[in-house]
């Protein structure tokens, strides 16, 4: 037995670190770039599933392919899809929800379905500090996306820090969103700050564990102009990779602490959760990447 335990000890202490431009984080964003000269594909599809009763199931598809521009530079190109389902779902006994593009004058009792192409999205991350070689990571990442229902631009600024021989990551992304949307015939106006946190821990040369938690304050106007409301998530994320492909799924489920700042917003908060046409019980995320064009999916930096 003493045997045993001292051999995974060891293992556990021997484990790399994560490999460039892995994601260990669903929802997190990382320091981790694509290696320069190198591709990677990268799918994602992100459930939002529960509301105060009904059905509604909310599935965003998103299709990436990124390149190492250069060894402090990342690009890349997304194709934006989403998918909702929804029967009875609202606090009222109505049919809606986040996606779905209901005209109020239609039957809002009835099942709703659509799948439509949402945006193109063109994602740039620059890396200022190199977790790895600087002591701990800092960057910036823009993301613009524009379709046919609307426009977003989206900032993050990335944090990390590594600790016990990189396999420990901890990190955050401070993110400012502002957006228009066309939606049911009229134009809405919004912004939106996020506080995602996280820790992942490397335990085997192919798996890693950690959590996530997330702060999302929504504010009405696109320069923050008046607060809607803060809603809070939390939950558990799993990393696996391979040598040639790598996924992640992540789980976060909304706290029953939410604060909403006006009426329209309180109407929709139940048991301590806020639905409506804000956010879902739980969320779902899967990350599956595939690194390709060179041999350089070991280099950190």
């Known amino acids: 037995m003493k045997s045993l ?48 009763q009904g059905n509604y199931y909310f599935l965003t598809n998103r299709s990436e392919l990124e390149y190492g521009f250069k060894p402090w530079f990342q690009v890349g190109l997304y194709v934006n899809t989403e998918y909702a389902y929804a029967f009875r779902n609202g606090v009222d006994g109505t049919t809606g929800g986040p996606g779905t593009n209901i005209d109020p004058s239609s039957d809002l009792s009835a099942p709703y379905s659509s799948f439509r192409f949402k945006s193109i999205s063109f994602e740039n991350i620059v890396r200022f500090m190199n977790p790895y070689t600087d002591g701990w990571g800092l960057g910036l990442y823009f993301e613009p996306a524009i379709g ?23 990190a955050a992304n401070i993110v400012f ?20 946190v996280g820790a992942s821990y490397r335990f085997t040369d192919n798996w890693a564990a950690g959590v996530e938690f997330r702060n999302h304050r929504e504010f009405t106007g696109q320069l923050l102009n008046e607060p809607e409301h803060s ?70 930096y």
């Open 177 to 196: 969103e502002t957006e228009q949307e066309w939606r049911s015939g009229a134009t809405e106006f919004a912004s939106v700050l996020d506080l995602i």
């Open 148 to 170: 046919p229902y609307g426009y977003e631009l989206e900032w993050k600024l990335l944090l990390q820090k590594n600790f016990i021989d990189d396999r420990l990551v901890l």
């Open 231 to 300: 809603a809070y998530f939390l939950g558990p994320t799993i990393h696996y990779s391979a040598e040639k492909w790598w996924a992640t799924l992540g789980w976060r489920h909304q706290l029953p602490i939410v604060a909403a700042f006006n009426d329209d917003q309180r109407s929709v908060v139940v048991n301590g959760q806020i639905f409506g046409n804000e956010h879902a019980s739980d969320e779902f995320m899967l990350r599956i990447g595939f690194p390709f064009g060179g041999d350089k999916r070991h280099e950190r």
């Open 5 to 52: 335990f001292a051999g995974a000890l060891a293992l556990s202490m021997t484990a790399p670190a994560a490999r460039a431009g892995e994601g260990p984080f669903a929802f997190i964003y990382t320091l981790d770039l694509q290696p320069q000269g190198t591709w990677q594909f990268e799918q994602w599809e992100w459930l939002q599933t529960g509301q105060s």
